[in-house]
């Protein structure tokens, strides 16, 4: 009997030291890249707090900001430095940044703040959507396009929906996905002109070959009505309460 009790340590002595180790190591070393991701993921996160107004001038973006922040509106001119005031959501807060509308600030001071956001309202002037879809569609497209916005969730607010003359969300929602389309075939275009190292700085939206839908990119993008004047804002008010 000791004879076979000692034979059967020795067999399983010899089985442990037949153990492939490769398999052990690899799995804990991408066990470690996947916590050390997250970690750095999560940090990331956790420096995002601003809450970006973004839009063209006379959109409504200041009203907005003084309705949410005052609770009055007010007679607004455009804009040419940013506004920044914290706004507050129950126990959560954030800091609101009203980003100028026009052309010649508009991208300097983004620049300033997207890597803080998190999240970005983006506002459109519902009357004068289809006349300025162009516009409106470029510099939305300029957002969604860059690296440093991929991980902000995104409203699309269509503001002044107490004209008779507004157009719905939905309707905006299908003129953007048109000219959005244009768009991103212009910049392609563009980028692939002026090589590779430049095209690197920007994302293309949406599938290659296909006719763009805000279906097809991962970022969570959201339409809504609203009306700064008649102090409509719910939709808005129940996203950030969401998103803080």
């Given amino acids: 009997m000791d004879k076979l009790n000692k034979n059967a340590r020795e067999r399983k002595q010899i089985k442990l030291g037949e153990i492939d180790t490769g398999p052990i190591l690899v799995a804990l070393l ?13 940090r990331r ?4 707090k601003d809450i970006l107004l973004a839009g063209l001038s006379e959109s409504g973006k200041s009203a907005i900001f003084m ?11 455009t804009s040419i430095k940013e506004n920044v005031e914290v706004y507050q959501a129950g126990s959560s807060s954030a800091r ?34 289809q006349k300025d879809i ?6 939305l ?27 719905s969300a939905q309707v905006i929602k299908n003129l953007l996905e048109k000219e959005l389309h244009i768009v991103r075939d212009t910049r392609s275009r563009k980028l692939q002109s002026v090589g590779d190292d430049d095209a690197s700085k920007s994302i293309t939206l949406g599938k290659h070959g ?10 969570n ?4 009505e609203a009306s700064a004047k008649d102090q409509e804002l719910k939709p808005l008010t129940d996203w950030l309460a969401r998103l803080l």
């Avoid at 991408?30 to 999560?42: D, K, M, Q, S």
């Avoid at 996160?45 to 995002?48: E, L, M, W």
């Avoid at 309705?67 to 001119?77: A, I, N, S, V």
């Avoid at 296909?210 to 970022?219: P, V």
């Fill in 30 to 42: 991408l066990g470690f890249i996947a916590v050390a991701i997250f970690v750095i993921l999560r």
């Fill in 45 to 48: 996160s956790a420096g995002r």
């Fill in 221 to 224: 993008i959201q339409f809504v």
């Fill in 134 to 139: 162009r516009d409106v569609a470029d510099f």
């Fill in 210 to 219: 296909r006719d763009f839908e805000f279906s097809h990119i991962a970022q």
């Fill in 96 to 129: 609101l940044v009203d980003i100028p509308g026009h052309y010649r600030v508009r991208d300097k001071c983004l620049e300033l703040y997207k890597h803080r956001a998190k999240g970005i309202v983006f506002v459109v002037d519902s009357v004068t959507a």
């Fill in 141 to 167: 497209y300029t957002i969604l396009s860059d690296s440093a916005t991929q991980p902000c969730s995104v409203l699309v607010l269509c503001n002044k929906q107490d004209q008779t003359t507004a157009k």
């Fill in 67 to 77: 309705q949410l922040l005052h609770g009055k509106f007010p007679t607004t001119f």
